[in-house]
């Protein structure tokens, strides 16, 4: 039977079901008093009550609309009262009759169920498309807190007040609550996926100077060492071995994407907190039944963001599963600080051996490996060495990558025992097309150990002779772009292999030794 709109919310051309509908409405805007006493409404309006509830709680059992338990339950009860109360006498004593119990109790019209179907469903509908935008401004808020744009984390009351009556809060760059995050937004987690990209989380240690506000640092040198973590915005357009593209590669490429991975937000932790966050993800992310964490000390010319996200793209480019950490020494970040940063590295040296054997001991991981890069090896070199004369207690390393190391050649080979001593493997990347290691070559009256020719050979180490990529003007930060040697760098930090059983290194014999030459 035909629908139309009436004074209920939908009402059909039966007068008993429209009275039924009315019956409804009034029964809901009744006092409770009156609710709870069925013999205070008239038969007729008992009749389409009971109607009514008949078919909600028939349709709630069919799964027909959905709703909660507290709500069925109070439904069943209210039609059980009902239900009791007709059955007893009305008007002066009078028993009903059994045809007219038969009617009170009779089946409700095709036209009534879908009257009542179409409404409940459009209730329904409307309220959980309500609670999923409440939700997502929520997580909006919450999203936000952990960022660091709001400084006060609201508790579990206010995230409860927010699901009924939310706050709207800034939208956070590159993030729409038109999709949830995929992943819990907790400190002890790593990423957190949204639409445009994905926030990664680098831990760092640093004896850098904190900015006023303590959330960044500056090129000077603190008192203490700092412990933290950064999260570093990652695009969806971001490619292999790039941390942003200049607008004329880009319009070589014709492809204008957004791929510049940026820090959007920098946390101090206490010690305790910083370890108990890094144990706790390292758990959570095993590879082939081992835990892994990865080291990374960067070199000179880097600022404390430089390093961030340099550390964000090795970690995501070479799908390390486990803690991804960097150590930021106070380098000047410029091109012409290398002076400055040669006499900084040297008062780092003691910083840096306390943080690696830090995260060795309290990381709780299988094995923790280091990159390090240009001037950085200068510090990692010389921390090994003093551990390898009084070695700490249970302190041992996995894969250990030398990156065009800014040492001098004669010393590189003189201490390169100290890497076998505690690495499991150890593995030099040398370029001829690196201008900085060059330019040191001169600066400092010595051959270094990342620049040949003449090639650096020692033992326990195996030295990579790195192609011309052309990939930058200096060529100094090839290791992180170029994806032939990213893939040599995966399988060694993933898998351990050997350089002989690698897929694009080639066995070569120099003056020197045996090496090994990376394919174009």
């Known amino acids: 039977m035909p629908i139309q709109r009436g004074r209920g919310p939908l009402t059909s051309r039966r007068g008993t079901e429209a009275t039924g509908w009315k019956s409804f409405e009034a029964f809901l805007e009744a006092p409770t008093s009156r609710r709870l006493n069925p013999a205070a409404w008239t038969q007729r309006q008992q009749k389409g009550v009971l109607q009514l509830f008949q078919v909600i709680v028939r349709m709630i059992e069919d799964r027909t609309i959905r709703t909660n338990e507290k709500l069925a339950r109070t439904l069943r009860e209210y039609r059980t009262s009902f239900s009791v109360a007709f059955s007893a006498p009305q008007g002066k004593g009078k028993s009903r009759s059994p045809r007219e119990s038969r009617s009170s109790t009779s089946q409700p019209s095709d036209a009534l169920v879908g009257a009542l179907s179409a409404y409940f469903s459009t209730v329904f509908e409307a309220r959980t498309r309500k609670r999923q935008i409440q939700r997502a401004e929520v997580s909006e808020q919450r999203l936000k807190y952990l960022l660091g744009v709001e400084d006060e984390k609201p508790d579990r009351a206010e ?31 790593r990423d957190v996926d949204v639409d445009d990209g994905r926030f990664y989380k680098v831990w760092f240690g640093t004896n850098r100077k904190a900015t006023e506000d303590r959330k960044n640092f500056v090129a000077e040198e603190g008192e203490t060492t700092s412990l933290g973590y950064v999260w570093v915005w990652i695009p969806k357009g971001h490619k292999t071995g790039e941390t942003g593209t200049s607008f004329v590669r880009k319009v070589l490429r014709w492809d204008f994407a957004d791929d510049k991975l940026a820090v959007k937000s920098v946390h101090m932790l206490q010690e305790v907190s910083f370890w108990s966050h890094v144990r706790a993800l390292a758990k959570r992310e095993p590879w082939k039944g081992r835990t892994n964490a990865l080291l990374f000390i960067h070199g000179y010319n880097t600022s404390f963001n430089d390093a961030a996200i340099r550390a964000a793209q090795l970690g995501y480019d070479l799908k390390i599963r486990g803690p ?8 000047k970040g410029t091109t012409f600080g290398y002076l400055a940063d040669a006499e900084t590295i040297v008062t780092s040296e003691e910083p840096i051996r306390r943080f690696i054997v830090d995260f060795v001991q309290n990381s709780g991981v299988d094995a923790v490996h280091i990159i390090a890069h240009s001037m950085g090896n200068r510090a990692v070199l010389r921390a090994l060495k003093t551990l390898e004369s009084n070695p700490p207690h249970n302190f041992r390393l996995g894969q250990i990558l030398l990156a065009a190391p800014d040492v001098l050649k004669r010393e590189f080979e003189r201490d390169a025992s100290a890497y076998s001593t505690f690495g499991q493997q150890t593995t030099l990347y040398t370029s001829r097309r690196d201008v900085a290691l060059w330019f040191s070559k001169f600066l400092n009256q010595g051959h270094r150990a990342g620049y040949f020719t003449p090639h650096t050979v020692a033992a326990g180490v195996d030295t990579v002779k790195v192609p011309n990529f052309n990939l930058e003007l200096l060529g100094h930060g090839y290791f992180a772009k170029a994806a032939k040697l990213l893939s040599d760098m995966s399988d060694c930090l993933r898998s351990g292999t050997r350089p002989d059983d690698r897929l694009f290194l080639d066995a070569a014999t120099v003056p020197e030794g045996a090496i090994w030459r990376l394919q174009k």
Do not use: D
């Open 159 to 189: 995230r409860g007040k927010a699901l009924v009556s939310p706050r709207k809060a800034a939208p956070v760059a590159g993030y729409s609550p038109k999709k949830q995050p995929k992943t819990a937004l907790e400190p002890k987690g």
């Open 324 to 331: 991804v950490a960097f150590f930021a020494w106070p380098s």
